[in-house]
């Protein structure tokens, strides 16, 4: 199974200003949180700043990990990554510079 990582920070422009509205919003999305650790689809979350931080999950696809993450929208922004583990992205690079100086 692919691991991905999210980086996700807030969408300043679709937060309200009314403090009780910010206070539902960030306890909506902190239980939406739990609910992805809880349930096993996120691996990790952690903190970078209050407004933004990462995931790790572990999924079938890309589109997977879009799926659980879709619902964070508009208020949070997602980027999300595939990550390479180590010696299979170090063989990769390493036989394709091999390739090219062969050449």
């Known amino acids: 199974m692919a691991r991905y990582m999210v980086f996700w920070s807030a969408n300043p422009s679709a937060w309200p200003t009314d403090p009780k509205e910010v206070l539902a919003a960030l306890e909506a999305a902190t ?22 931080g990462y995931s790790i999950h572990e999924a079938d696809s890309k589109e997977s990990v ?38």
Do not use: C, H, Y
């Open 31 to 52: 239980g939406g949180g739990d609910q992805l650790l809880g349930g096993g689809a996120a691996k990790e979350i952690g903190w970078f700043t209050a407004q933004a």
């Open 66 to 103: 879009l799926g659980m993450v879709q619902g964070f929208f508009p208020f949070f922004t997602q980027d999300v990554r595939e990550i390479v583990p180590w010696e299979a992205g170090k063989n990769a690079i390493l036989d394709s510079a091999r390739q090219a100086a062969s050449r």
